[in-house]
């Protein structure tokens, strides 16, 4: 597979892929990129009347949210250290189907817009059991039958979401999963760069989303995935964490890395009131505590969905990574000005072929009673609903 091919496949640009054929110690730094469009703050209106915004999620959606699990690869180290080996039972050897991919499948038919996004490591060598080293490691690519399986998933369920966790997970230079912590340049391109070709020869559909592995974050990593258009999935510990609200971060050399994550510090409730992505993030295997081979957790996870999935207010859009990004970036590319007409807010477009249905204004008011988008003098056609805190006109056609 060629680099443009292995591009589309990975859903990344062409700016972000490394040449495999060009030794990394001879580039100095990744590429700058063009600076991507920020979503601006929201507008005030005249006279106190309120303030009027574009929201980053779609659909007047008021918050987003995401299922997520990391360490998805075809490892069997035994009850409970199954990485999802299993899942390739139900392939073309025709076993059994496990308990968690059963579970997950489940999920997806009983909620058809949920997004389940499994953060896959594409050459397995960690061993949580000892903190070390497996015996070798377990590429992608030589496990056919279980390949086999998440593609017939893949094309079956769009729900079912592929995102990167990293090449083995594994440091050989320092031990532990923390697979990127110390290393320098030229170390950290070579295990990106046979990350994406690994994840090129398994076949899968993969999202520009990356969770680093062991949660550690080096800022060569970080200029790394803002060059290559990564989506970073961090959280509220991490540096690059910029609240609940998916958003832009400028790294140290000026490039710009979108980023969403998991808050350690914030209920969904919580989270949904500020407007922000509610991330309900889990494991395979233990040593983590949020695991899905766990019973008491896939309870837990049927709850909250049961709990949120129908939920009207808020109204939630349940969106993958690189859903999220796109709706931002659509909200971000429009411009517009706007303006009050006794209790009306008229807003005009300003760059009309950016528009797509779907993009949402939240106007903030008390007073305000209506709205309008107007587009080379045409009145677009709105869908107007009222919130407690004013109104919400999505964009329908």
Known sequence: MDRREFSRVAGLGIVGI???????????????????PILRASQTLPGGAGSVAVSPWPNGADAGVLVSADDLCPVNLGSPYD?????????????????????????????????FSFNTITAMRYDPRTNGALDRSYPLSSATDWLARLQEIQNACPGFVVGWHGHSHYNAQHGGPAE?????????RGALDAMEAEGGRSGLRFTRAFRPPGWVLTPTLVEELAARRYVLC?????STWGGVRPSYTRTAAGNWLF?????????????????GLFEAHHHLTPPNVNTLTDPAIRDR????????????????????????????????????????????????????????????????SNVITDVEILANGVKLALNINERASGLKATLTA
Do not use: H
Request: aromatic share 10%.
């Open 83 to 115: 990485f999802g080996a299993l899942w390739g039972n139900a392939g073309t050897s025709g076993g059994p189907v496990g308990d968690v991919e059963s579970f997950v499948l489940g999920l997806l038919d009983t909620y058809p817009l949920l997004r």
């Open 259 to 275: 980023r969403m994550g998991v808050t350690f510090d914030l209920t969904a409730a919580q989270t949904f009131a500020q407007g």
């Open 234 to 238: 961090d959280n509220s510990r991490l």
């Open 18 to 36: 490394a040449s495999a054929c060009l030794d990394p110690r001879t580039v100095d730094g990744p590429p700058l990129a063009p600076a991507p």
């Open 180 to 188: 990127f912590g110390g290393y320098d340049p030229v170390q950290t």
């Open 301 to 364: 996870l049927t709850r909250f969905l049961d709990t949120w999935y129908r939920s009207t207010d808020p109204l939630l859009a349940w969106l993958s990574t690189d859903e999220v990004q796109r709706a931002y970036s659509d909200a971000a590319t429009v411009q517009w000005v706007s303006s009050v007409d006794g209790r009306k807010v008229s807003i005009t477009i300003l760059n009309p072929a950016s528009l797509v249905p779907g993009i949402t204004w939240v106007v903030t």
